[in-house]
């Protein structure tokens, strides 16, 4: 019987602390791994926040002695005795996928009389972040608990039968929240699809309908330049009466992002640009006019258009992106955002896509009447803002 319990069980149940049901508290090997050899050497990074055990990633041990003394056996649990302040303690079920041994920065428990799934669950409950919270040591940016702590962890015990009845009930219930992440992540992607789709059905002319009172896009493109000569394209067959096709370079332009000293402004970079943190001042880079735009050139994000700031300067990792003012310039961008997959290119020996600009200069641009571009816009607007509302709310 203890005093100052954690909280109040059913009569039938007992606390107890985990020494008391456990054979041992071993740590684990501290043997460098390769990666090759006789058996898979779990580390920290193959437990998972949800109290199973990744099994990609892994590394490998060959030394006989550390195979016969760190073997895992099913229904062993893996405690993580090192890690961040958030993730340490996190505690994984070892359920004999493939042989295994393990690393010094976890702890194998070996429960006796208790239902190891029971204790799993009860080691990835709410009761028990708090408690590795509260018992932790931390060190510069690290954090632990050690097996003398661990042993001395509150565990609530139920009948054993109970105890199964938890699991086959948390089971259940996990099943169920997977069936609905699964739903929602399938939700997310017929969203993006459904995006994809209505920006295809408008550079084709089918988004919406055609106004014969719409002056045509070859006037337009007079304008725009007086020398080109329209060609017809196989991609975009069938395109409506009063449309043209035309290269990008001829509606907008690329300018290289300069280093240069001396300039103290805002650093765009994408996270400033998206609106997620503050402005970083920097002293090189390419002082920017206010409402230019720009198409980021490096990184994953190869291709995408941001409206800057009203000052800000651009370094070398974008391209400003001028768009001729006889077009409309969200139609513009939306005919970019479709091409943005395929203006990436790994560069060889980098694995850091930039932007093509000669894929980019040669992209077939379907050309509506000036009017038809702004309705196509006012429609992509409207379907996008439903579309949006539904992803915010899932």
């Not at 590394?59 to 229904?75: A, F, G, T, W």
Request: proline residues 5%.
């Amino acid at each position: 019987h203890y005093e100052n319990v954690p909280f109040e069980v059913p009569s039938s149940w007992v606390w107890c602390r985990l020494e008391d049901i456990v054979c041992e508290l071993k740590y684990g090997t501290s043997e460098k791994s390769s990666s090759v050899g006789k058996i898979a050497v779990l580390r920290m990074g193959n437990i998972t926040n949800v109290g199973t055990i990744d099994y990609s990633n892994l590394v490998y041990s060959s030394n006989d002695e550390d195979i016969e003394q760190y073997s895992l056996e099913k229904d062993d649990l893996l405690f993580n005795r090192t890690n961040s302040s958030e993730w340490v303690g996190k505690t994984a079920i070892y359920k004999e996928e493939q042989p295994a041994i393990y690393a010094g920065y976890l702890i194998r428990i070996r429960p006796l009389l208790i239902s190891s799934d029971y204790l799993n669950t009860v080691m990835n409950s709410g009761y028990y972040r708090d408690w590795c919270y509260d018992v932790k040591t931390d060190a510069v940016n690290q954090s632990n608990i050690n097996a003398q702590k661990l042993s001395q962890l509150m565990i609530p015990i139920p009948p054993l039968k109970e105890q199964g009845r938890i699991v086959a009930e948390m089971d259940k219930w996990i099943s169920l929240i997977d069936i609905v992440k699964n739903g929602k992540d399938d939700l997310l992607t017929i969203i993006k699809q459904a995006k994809s789709k209505i920006l295809n059905l408008a550079i084709r002319g089918k988004l919406v309908p055609q106004d014969p009172n719409d002056e045509p896009a070859i006037e337009l493109l007079k304008r725009i330049n007086p020398d080109f000569t329209p060609c017809d394209n196989e991609h975009y067959q069938n395109l409506p009466k009063g449309w043209c096709i035309v290269p990008m370079q001829m509606l907008c332009s690329l300018t290289d992002g300069e280093k240069q000293s001396g300039i103290e402004r805002i650093n765009l970079d994408v996270k400033y640009l998206r609106g997620e943190r503050d402005a970083k001042m920097l002293s090189t880079g390419k002082y920017i006019t206010e409402n230019s735009l720009l198409i980021l050139v490096d990184g994953e994000n190869s291709g995408e258009v941001f409206q800057t700031p009203t000052e800000g300067y651009q370094g070398s990792t974008f391209k400003q992106l001028s768009i001729n003012n006889n077009m409309n310039t969200d139609y513009m961008l939306q005919v970019i955002n479709l091409h943005r997959k395929t203006l990436r290119e790994n560069k060889v020996g980098s694995a850091i896509p930039h932007l093509n600009k000669k894929l980019f200069r040669a992209i077939e641009v379907p050309m509506p009447p000036y009017d038809e571009q702004h309705r196509i816009i006012n429609v992509i607007n409207v379907a996008y803002k439903h579309l949006d509302a539904i992803m915010e709310n899932l």
